[in-house]
């Protein structure tokens, strides 16, 4: 069964320095999230891609947040300098154009765990 | 306030139990309420999905939104240890509108 890739799974940094999170989608579908989750919370929306294009952006931190999709495809997520409130879960998620079960179905990642110290 | 709201539990019940787990919201706009299960350390699955009002079952699982009381629930008969996990309701809107989670809820199926 198709899945969506993440890597790291699991990274411990320090403040201030640099991280990236990549994801590669299920094979075919046009739109991928990047979402945030907290211990004790629920995923929130950091972006969303269809295809290359950015269509939805507004929680991210610009400041420090990056994410870029170039080819469509497969997606890499940066933050730059981390910050301590950075700690959670960085879920990637991917849905086809239309769905044959819901429209907008999310299928996940397992996810990528950060600890900022 | 949040769009969606939650209770975290914990909620820790035996097996074989009745589960209910719930949901408010705000947003009057919501048509697609779904649920997905979050297993320890693992991303989310879709477990049901609702579009507009009603009631849908599936197996062990009954899935209810009541869009004028603005509340969905979840059932879960004969609960089974291997259904112990986080519950998270979602919500959107048609067309490409996010998806809104709420916070989880923790359950424990004890043997």
């Known amino acids: 069964e198709a899945e969506v890739a993440q890597s790291p799974r699991y990274k411990i940094t320090e403040k201030s320095q640099a991280v990236a999170f990549w994801c590669d989608p299920i094979?075919?579908?046009?739109?991928l999230y990047w979402y945030r989750q907290i211990l004790g919370q629920g995923p929130e929306l950091l972006v969303q891609?269809?295809?290359?294009?950015?269509?939805?952006d507004s929680q991210l931190p610009k400041d420090r947040f990056s994410a870029e999709r170039l080819k469509g495809v497969d997606s890499t997520l940066k933050i730059q300098p981390a910050e301590l409130g950075d700690s959670a879960m960085y879920l990637c998620?991917?849905?086809?154009?239309?769905?044959?079960?819901?429209?907008?179905?999310?299928?996940f990642g397992e996810g990528s765990r950060l600890t900022v110290l | 306030q949040k769009e969606v709201e939650q209770d975290p539990g914990p909620l820790s019940v035996p097996e074989g139990a009745i589960v209910s787990l719930n949901c408010t919201y705000s947003?009057?706009?919501?048509?697609?309420f779904m649920w997905y299960r979050q297993y320890s350390r693992k991303g989310p699955e879709l477990l049901m999905y609702?579009?507009?009002?009603g009631n849908k079952e599936d197996g062990r699982f009954t899935a209810q939104v009541d869009k004028s009381s603005k509340y969905i629930s979840l059932f879960i008969r004969d609960s089974q240890p291997s259904d112990s996990a986080t519950y998270l309701c979602?919500?959107?809107?048609?067309?490409?509108?996010?998806?809104?989670f709420g916070a989880g809820t923790r359950l424990f199926v004890k043997a």
């Open positions: 979602a919500m959107k809107r048609t067309g490409g509108f996010k998806t809104i």
């Open positions: 609702t579009y507009s009002s």
């Open positions: 094979s075919g579908h046009a739109t």
């Open positions: 998620a991917s849905s086809p154009w239309t769905s044959g079960r819901v429209a907008g179905e999310l299928f």
């Open positions: 947003n009057s706009a919501f048509q697609y």
């Open positions: 891609f269809q295809d290359e294009s950015v269509v939805d």
